[in-house]
Nanobody
């Protein structure tokens, strides 16, 4: 399975972006991670095939993860963006359920850059 992210861009603080991750085949669970320069990778949000979701505290109420199972596509709607949201965002997928797919990811995308700056 290949994962291809898109939608990263430059946005102003308070603005919105929508990321997409197209998967070439079936997976049960998908998630978004991000990594800023000099920082460790962190989980942003996860969702399983039946729609159970997980969010990092830093994005709750601002980001929404969703999926189109028919298209094997994952989305991340990001609202009220902050400069600290600046990072490379990665899509990951696996076959186990649970919080962040029980930290078992078989596939990773190449990433899409999100920059939040005025």
């Amino acid at each position: 399975v290949q994962l291809v992210e898109s939608g990263g861009d430059l946005a102003q603080p308070g603005g919105s972006l929508r990321l997409s991750c197209a998967a070439s085949g079936y997976t049960y669970c998908m998630a978004w991670f991000r990594q800023a320069p000099g920082k460790e990778r962190e989980g942003v949000a996860g969702i399983d095939r039946v729609g159970s979701t997980t969010y990092a505290d830093s994005v709750k109420g601002r980001f929404t993860i969703s999926q189109d199972n028919a298209k094997n596509t994952l989305y991340l709607q990001m609202n009220s963006l902050k400069p600290e949201d600046t990072a490379m965002y990665y899509c990951a997928a696996g076959y186990l359920g649970g919080r962040y797919c029980s930290d078992s990811f078989n596939y990773w995308g190449q990433g899409t850059q999100v920059t939040v700056s005025s």
